[in-house]
Each structure stands twice: as C-alpha cells, then as structure tokens.
C-alpha cells in the first residue's frame, strides 16, 4: 500500500515523461505471459488443496498422510512444473521476439530499449518456472509461510527498485529487480521446502491423475478467463502507446499500477483464504464455507472502497497542489471511472474464487463475452479518445459481466447448500 505511491513519485522524479510510458509499457506487455501460463498453476492449486484434505507436513517438513492422495499430489506437481518450464522457455524467447516488433513500429531515438528488453524477458521466463512452486505450495494451504515469504519480497523489491531508479538505471531498473527475485525465491524454495518438494519424487504412480478426464474441464475455462482478463486489463497502455504516444501511455501505466496495488492489497483478504476453502469444499463443509467466504468478502471490499477514496482524493488534491506531478497521472476523471471499474471486478473475482474452491469455473463464457467487448471498446474509444475512452469503456465492461456472474454465483451457491451434510469423519 504504501510503495505505491513512493514508486510513482521516484518514477516522476527520476523519469521523462517518454521514458516513464515506455518502462509501463514494458510492464503491460510482459503481462502477455498470460497467454503462456493460462491459469495452469491456479487450476492445479485447486486441484492440490482438496488432495491436502488427507495430508500434512510432518516435524522433518516432509509429507504424510494418505498414500493416494500423496500419490496424485506428486502427480499434480509433475504436470505442474513440466507446464511452466515450457512456458518459461516461450516466455524468454516469444514474448521478447513480440515486444521487439511492438517498440520497433515506434522508434524513439532517444530511448534504448533493445538490451534492457531483451534482459527483462529471459529473467522474466525464469520467474515464472519458480513460481510454479508457490502454486503448489498454496495450494497445500502454506499460505501463512508464502505469504510471509511474499510480503518480505514485496519490500525487498520496493527498495531495490528505489535504489536503482536514484541511480539512474532507467529502463535497466525492471531488470535488477527480476534478477534479485529470481535470486530471493531460489533460496526461499530450497531453504524452507526442499524436503516437501523431496517427498513428492519418491510416491510411486500408484494413482496416476488423468489430465484430459480430471483438469481439462476446469483448465479450458481457466484458460479462457485468464487470457480475456489480459484483454480486459492490460490493452490500456499498449493501445495509448501506440495511438496517442509514450506520454499518455505513461499516464495510464502510473494510474492503473496504483489502481492494481490497492486491487491486490484488498484481495489478500480472498486469496489467502482459498485453499482453505478447497479443504472445506473436499470435505463439503459448504455452510462453514459460505460463512467464511461472505466475510471475508466484506473485508475486503471495504478495504477497496476505502483505498478507492484514498485514491481518486489524492490525485484530485494534486491536480490543484502539484500540477506538474499530477501531469504524470491521469484526471481525477477517468482514474474514477477505472476504480469504479476495478470495485466491480473485485466483486466479480472474489466470486469467481470461491467457485474455483469447488473446482467450478464457470464464469468462463461471461469472461470471454466481456474480453472480446474489452478489445473493441479499447480499441475503438482508445484510439479516438484517449484515456477517457479507455477508462469508460473498462466501466461498461465491468459492469456488464457483474450482473450475470453474481447470478450464476447465487445458483451455484444454493446448489452447494441443498447438498447432503458433510461425511461423518469430517464434522
């Protein structure tokens, strides 16, 4: 919450305006990785926690409990990791190819771009296989040791982007900050969870998982919502980049990077609890689950509402304090229409999670409906109006899809509810 606005205010101190749209730029096409992970690591997590149901980590950090479930959990874990070195490998290579072809149709010859580039994707590529070990671990409900392990990340990475922004590293800067990353989690894994990782090499295939039978049905539809959520999020500042120039593109990228802190911080009050909503749905505890779920919902939808305020009060008070600072944000105007945006997606997204607890996902053909109008109303209102257009059409977007998913979300629930009580061995 608070490296947020540090983070602008050093990249409007340290940066030109070009400058500043290309290095949000470079962030807004690296969110095309998207394409590649397809919400893999997300379905399996799913898939582990309610495996976690009859397991457990035992004093030596390895696992125990129910053979079978061992025996699929390792199985999980080998698709897992096959996924995500693959997409590694498509990441370092493809989506450097791609951004290279997207700033070389508008040079500037003022930024160089090529080698800070062409560093970021290989690094990039690398994250994303380590990453593929806290899906795991999330899902092995190991929220309390990730999010430790993320929270101390988080601030070790805002002050070593600080540091290198005051020394002038320029577009070099996202590049020292992903190698310290890729560092960092390496020794995260092996300090803390080798021996859990260990335990997953030794259970035989005696209960081998099925992927076309058992995760396909949930992965396409994941797939689906995870790519049409690039198209809803991330086309902003590659579509003013391209229409309206580096400046505005950077406008956009500072505003919506606030917009996404204050988006991640209010959904910690969800993510931290989904693997224990998995447990719950294994052990179809569906009233506990449903208590847990709408409060925790509550929690963080006032934090959203809050920060909102926070948000749009603040650029509003610069617009009249620091006119050349708040030049580098958007107006008070469509930064309001992209919260009230971002509040109606969190509805949406907490919602969705608590399906995916079930192994459901099936806001898929809303999501898919919402990204092909994302596409069109980005482009066309884009294009011909700049930040404005973009940040209504995100609006009419978000509340679009929010009718329909909370009515699938309430069928859904009172299905869950009408279902027999829990199994005996597990009240």
Not at 55 to 62: A, D, F, P, Q, V
Not at 215 to 241: H, R
Not at 311 to 338: D, F, H, K
Request: glycine fraction near 8%; charge should be positive; aromatic fraction near 14%.
């Amino acid at each position: 919450m608070l490296s947020g606005p540090v983070t602008a205010l050093l990249i409007a101190s340290c940066f030109t305006r070009e400058l500043q749209g290309y290095y949000y730029t470079f962030g807004s096409l690296l969110a095309i990785q998207t394409f590649f992970d397809l919400g893999f690591g997300n379905v399996i997590a799913r898939f582990a926690s309610h495996e976690w149901s009859r397991l457990y980590l035992n004093e030596r950090g390895r696992i125990s409990g129910d053979p079978a479930s061992l025996s699929r959990l390792a199985g999980l874990g080998r698709l897992l990791f096959k996924w995500y070195a693959a997409a590694g490998t498509l990441v370092a290579v493809g989506l450097g190819l791609l951004g290279h072809l997207f700033f070389s149709v508008s040079p500037n010859p003022g930024i160089r771009w090529l080698l800070p580039w062409w560093t970021l994707c290989p690094l990039t590529g690398l994250y994303l296989c380590l990453g593929a070990a806290l899906y795991l671990l999330d899902g092995c409900n190991q929220v309390d040791q990730t999010y430790a392990y993320r929270f101390y990340l988080a601030v070790l990475q805002s002050l070593a982007l600080w540091s290198v922004l005051l020394l002038g590293a320029g577009l070099w800067t996202p590049s020292f900050v992903a190698a310290g990353t890729v560092v960092m989690s390496a020794v995260f894994l092996w300090k803390k969870y080798r021996h859990f990782f260990q335990s997953l090499l030794s259970p035989a295939k005696s209960h081998p998982i099925d992927w076309r039978r058992q995760i396909w049905p949930m992965q396409w539809k994941i797939a689906l919502i995870w790519t049409n959520g690039y198209l809803i999020f991330s086309l902003f500042t590659p579509v003013l980049f391209r229409f309206h120039g580096p400046a505005a593109a950077g406008q956009m990228g500072m505003t919506w990077s606030l917009i996404y802190t204050l988006s991640m911080l209010s959904y910690t009050a969800i993510s931290t609890k989904i693997p224990h909503w998995g447990i719950l749905a294994a052990r179809k505890n569906y009233r506990e689950l449903d208590d847990l779920f709408f409060r925790s919902l509550l929690q963080s939808l006032v934090v959203m509402l809050l920060g909102a305020l926070l948000v749009e009060g603040g650029i509003i008070l610069l617009s009249r304090l620091q006119p050349p600072l708040a030049m580098r944000l958007l107006s008070p105007l469509p930064a309001g229409m992209l919260l009230l945006g971002a509040i109606f997606n969190h509805i949406t997204v907490s919602l969705s999670a608590c399906l995916q607890a079930h192994k459901e996902a099936p806001f898929w053909a809303t999501t898919s409906a919402g990204g092909l109008l994302a596409v069109f109303l980005t482009l066309f209102l884009g294009s011909r109006y700049g930040a404005h257009g973009v940040a209504l059409g995100f609006l009419i977007v978000q509340l679009a899809m929010l009718m329909p998913n909370a009515v699938i979300f309430l069928r859904s629930r009172a299905a869950w509810l009408a279902s027999p009580a829990p199994f005996p061995e597990f009240v």
